[in-house]
């Protein structure tokens, strides 16, 4: 009870600085239930007259504090909730906080390390970027070689006990609206501040994120056109993380990169195909692509940093992209909309021809435009919207990576206005339909499906066992004599059915 009362009162002052910055002065009372609309109206009689709308909500945010900040960046990676534009506004919002004293950072160090900073770097300098959770200092080691500059990322003092407590804040106010009002559901309110949470909780250890750094180093090591800083994993721990410094231009710094003799188009280029061959081929790919986490260093390659929020496709997830902007291309929208069916992200209740017909809406205007004239990324936006009126379930994995391919291509697209996204995309999503669905592809899954039968019929005499053992359990047991038909007929039918299930794959097998 005291709980909710709290959670009620803090969310009630974050009410009232939303509403105080104008931030409801823009929403269209018309799109809100009835029921709503009277607080509506009451929040912007409150409201300042000189900030309203998208530049209010920033700043808003802004006074509510860091977990409000995290959580409005976090929302920039769902548009399907707040709408496009709302999205892109969030994506700006920066960590304005006043960054803790170097002697604060260096006593967090020392408590991390059981260490004085002295044995730990040769020089450790002042704060040079702070944000909600860490801050960075550029410091140096020594080495074989002599000195080597490092980034050092420090977590803020006392910063899991402020997000702990929004974060319950947050799950309380989920909770509520999908309770109150049942449409929310869709959504999934709940699981979004979940995710927000577990976001969190992994870029309050550094090792994670480190780890993320390694694996995306792993994965584009025999990339050409991109690298990852290496990270120092003697100097990391949960609360600090240590990797390479990297001087390079930021990537939108035309006149620099021009300056330099580095093409800006070959680079953009380079930038969208990094993106769909780590989101296809690695099923693993960096989520927070604005331009200040890109740089260009000496050797033309761009390096990526801040491994805090990266996204995972799966299997299926990358087979959809691939097929949904291939499909695109080619204007089969039949098969299309079958790609959505076979994923079961539409349920069956609709027919797959509607369903064409509703993304040839979709797909049809993109071809009176000239090439360079085509968003990939408005593309797959208005896809989630009319998928939307089919009852797709949210899928959060699509929409970051739909938000991400937002971002990235705005960010290519002011190294090169003219760029042709489908060109450019191409002999990425080409090559990898050819390797996974093409007959070698069909080989591997083979493959993939002999090794799961392997596996399911070594683990059979277990399952069977277990199964035994139950029934010996059941036939014992006086107290449960009256279920023992049910329970038997119960576990009969699954024996019946693991056997038929030997069979069947046997025989799949046997004819293939």
């Not at 959580?71 to 803790?100: N, Y």
């Not at 997000?163 to 009002?181: I, K, S, Y």
């Amino acid at each position: 009870m005291f709980a909710a009362v709290g959670h009620g009162l803090r969310l009630a002052r974050a009410g009232f600085v939303f509403a105080r910055e104008g931030a409801f002065v823009d929403v269209d009372p018309a799109l809100l239930p009835p029921g709503a609309r009277l607080p509506l109206a009451l929040a912007n009689m409150i409201a300042k007259r000189d900030v309203h709308g998208l530049t209010g909500l920033s700043r808003a945010i802004d006074r509510l504090g860091p977990s409000y900040v995290k959580m409005g960046q976090f929302l920039s990676t769902r548009p399907d909730i707040v709408g496009t534009k709302v999205a892109l506004e969030l994506e700006s919002l920066q960590d304005r906080v006043t960054p803790m004293s170097r002697q604060a950072a260096i006593a967090i160090i020392e408590g991390a390390f059981g260490a004085k900073i002295g044995a730990l770097f040769e020089d450790f300098g002042e704060p040079v970027a702070a944000a909600s959770i860490a801050q960075v200092h550029r410091a140096s080691v020594a080495t074989p070689e002599g000195s080597r500059p490092v980034a050092v990322k420090v977590l803020r003092g006392g910063v899991d006990k402020r997000f702990a407590r929004d974060l319950a804040d947050m799950f309380f106010a989920a909770r509520l609206a999908e309770r109150v009002l049942p449409e929310m559901r869709r959504l999934r309110m709940v699981q979004i501040v979940e995710t927000l949470a577990r976001s969190v909780r992994m870029e309050m250890d550094f090792r994670l994120e480190a780890a993320a750094a390694s694996e995306f180093a792993e994965n584009s090591k025999d990339d050409p056109d991109i690298r990852a800083p290496t990270i120092d994993w003697d100097r990391t721990t949960r609360e600090v993380m240590t990797m390479e410094w990297v001087d390079g231009i930021p990537l939108t710094d035309r006149e620099r990169l021009e300056a330099l003799g580095l093409d800006p188009k070959a680079l953009a280029r380079a930038l969208i195909q990094t993106f769909l061959r780590h989101a296809l081929r690695d099923g693993f790919f960096h989520a927070d692509m604005h331009q200040g986490n890109f740089f260009v260093d000496a050797a033309g390659r761009i390096v990526a940093v801040d491994f805090g929020i990266m996204g995972r496709l799966g299997r299926k997830e990358r087979r959809f992209l691939a097929e949904i902007l291939f499909g695109f291309i080619r204007r089969d929208y039949q098969r299309v909309a079958e790609v959505h069916f076979e994923a079961g992200y539409v349920p069956n209740v609709h027919r797959v021809e509607d369903f064409a017909q509703a993304i040839r809406a979709i797909g049809e205007p993109i071809h009176s435009r000239t090439a360079d004239q085509i968003s990939m990324a408005k593309l797959l936006t208005l896809l989630f919207e009319v998928t939307a009126l089919f009852d797709m379930t949210t899928r959060v994995e699509l929409v970051m990576l739909q938000k991400t391919m937002v971002v990235v291509e705005g960010v290519a697209r002011k190294l090169d206005p003219q760029l042709n996204m489908w060109s450019t995309s191409e002999p990425v999503v080409g090559t990898w339909i050819m390797e996974n669905l093409g007959p070698k592809g069909r080989m591997e899954d083979a493959g993939r499906g002999a090794a799961a039968l392997v596996a399911l019929v070594a683990e059979a005499p277990r399952h069977l066992e277990q199964i035994a053992a139950k029934l010996e359990i059941l036939a014992a047991d006086a107290l449960v004599k009256r279920f023992e038909r049910s329970e038997l007929g119960r576990l009969c039918y699954i024996l019946i059915g693991v056997l038929l299930t030997f069979l069947l794959f046997a025989l799949i097998r046997w004819v293939l």
